[in-house]
């Protein structure tokens, strides 16, 4: 048994929908009727598995995506939730999150996951027009959208929301006018992603005309200057106290664990790190370059920056920052994108990684 005492977070996949978005490229599909019981087996066994691989490990937060984790029975996870209890040194200020979609939990439910330990709620709300939650495959109204968001807000769950923008028939006006329908949901954390066509989606089989660049960027600009939440990373806006502690940390580079099929982790395990890609017995070693290449793509998408550590300094080509402090700084023993960078990070990355 390795003993490393470094802490792991813990993502786990949950795969079953209602049904695939238009624009879902996500290991997903859908299942009216899912085999929770195996489901519950499958996971607990992983989850074991990695208890004898890295001893009791403290757990900083917990994170279940999708998929649809709230279309899960709420003894699910509850069992879920007590095996890592039993197998793992859980914080007592762990934060639990669980993506949820409107239309696939009530109030009852919504209390039930509370009661099992669930303490953030996230939301895939994706529009607030109903025409467009038509267009992008989704099964929920408006309606449903802000009930879910105002009851888990009643309840003093911590609520966030994610949005799309970029939709074929949008504009700088009604991204703004997007921004100004959120900010009266009075929430504290927003996440406002850019619609991208993957090729082997409904969405990607259509002759869509989308906004091209420029106008992509304006609507980007316009998010940050129109929301009334702080940005804290390139698609994320939030009050100080709301960010997710559990993405956070993934950006900052640290040990987590991927359960459940389709989910990839990055594992510390006797000091060397590992990608499980998607499979939990499939290991590959990561070189320290390749890992502190890692955190400089996710960190440098942060507001705050990656910090220069010697391993992540190694891997910078500060000769090129020279020549282009409008789109990195260097402060504070930190790197970070200006506004404009952060509009081409993809590109910046090439020349700002040796």
């Known amino acids: 048994m390795f003993t490393m005492n470094c802490p792991h977070n813990i993502y786990i996949h949950v795969p079953f929908c209602m049904s695939k978005c238009n624009y879902c490229a996500f290991y997903s599909f859908a299942c009216s009727s899912p085999d929770w019981q195996k ?35 709420v003894k699910t996870f509850a069992a879920i939730l007590d095996c890592i209890n039993t197998n793992f040194n859980v914080d007592t200020d762990c934060e639990i999150t669980l993506e949820s979609n409107p239309g696939t939990l009530n109030t009852d439910k919504l209390i039930g996951f509370q009661s099992a330990g669930m303490n953030r709620l996230s939301v895939g709300v994706q529009s607030l027009n109903d025409d467009e939650l038509q267009f992008l495959g989704r099964k929920h109204s408006v309606s449903d959208a802000v009930k879910l968001l105002t009851s888990a807000q009643n309840m003093g769950l911590r609520v966030s929301a994610d949005f799309i923008y970029g939709l074929p028939n949008q504009n700088v006006k009604s991204v703004s006018d997007l921004c100004d329908a959120v900010n009266k949901l009075g929430l504290k954390h927003v996440s406002m992603y850019e619609l991208t066509i993957e090729k082997n989606t409904p969405l990607g089989k259509m002759n869509l005309q989308m906004p091209n660049n420029e106008t992509m960027a304006q609507m980007y600009m316009t998010i940050s200057d129109k929301l009334t939440l702080p940005k804290y990373e390139v698609s994320n806006y939030a009050v100080d106290t709301e960010h997710c502690k559990h993405n956070e940390n993934i950006w900052n580079g640290e040990a987590y664990i991927g ?52 391993g992540i300094a190694k891997q910078i080509n500060f000769d ?35």
């Open 39 to 73: 489901y519950t087996d499958d996971i607990t066994s992983e989850l074991c598995f990695w208890a004898e691989k890295l001893g009791r490990v403290s757990v900083p937060t917990i994170f279940l995506g999708g998929g649809t984790p709230s279309l899960m029975p």
């Open 259 to 310: 359960v459940g099929r389709g989910a990839a982790g990055r594992p510390f395990i006797d000091g060397v790190w590992y990608d499980t890609m998607g499979d939990f017995k499939r290991f590959e070693k990561i070189s320290d370059d390749t890992r502190n290449i890692e955190k400089i793509i996710t960190g440098m998408r942060t507001c705050k920056g990656v910090m220069l550590s010697d």
């Open 320 to 354: 090129w920052i020279k020549n282009h402090d409008d789109l990195i700084i260097q402060s504070d023993n930190y790197l970070r994108a200006t506004n404009s960078g952060m509009l081409m990070l993809d590109n910046i990355m090439l020349d700002l990684i040796k």
